[in-house]
């Protein structure tokens, strides 16, 4: 048996996708509201795998967010945020931009460069 670790768990990328525990507990609602909430709601529509495990894409979550939101803090009812949504559809993928990371600095590609260098001929070796 392996000892416990107490390293924390690796953080997951912002274009990640999520499960539905994950998207529950991030936006504090119940598992049930967010699978209501898909039948309600035709823009949500997380990919489904074996099992029907569903995974959400950060549009997806970006979407429930704003659901949440208008229901919660706006006082919309269910049918108030489906005519608001069916007037002003929400992007479905959010923009190429978003996913990709930001520039590195030129320090810093410069030292990767120089490893990956070392790694090379390391392996040359």
């Known amino acids: 048996m392996m000892p416990p670790s107490d390293n924390k768990p690796a953080r997951k990328s912002e274009a990640a996708f ?8 991030a936006l504090g609602v119940p598992q049930h509201v967010l699978r209501y909430w898909e039948t309600r709601f035709p823009q949500v529509r997380p990919l489904q795998r074996a099992g029907n ?10 979407l429930l967010r704003r659901i949440q939101h208008l229901l919660d803090h706006e ?12 007037e002003k559809p929400v992007p479905v993928e959010p923009p190429i931009e978003a996913l990709s990371p930001p520039p590195l600095p030129d320090a810093v590609r410069a030292e990767l460069t120089a490893i990956r260098t070392f790694l090379a001929a390391a392996l040359e070796r």
């Open 18 to 25: 999520r499960t539905i525990g994950e998207v529950s507990t």
């Open 75 to 86: 006082g919309y009812s269910i049918r108030g945020v489906q005519q608001l949504l069916a």
């Open 53 to 62: 495990r569903r995974y959400y894409r950060p549009a997806d979550i970006a």
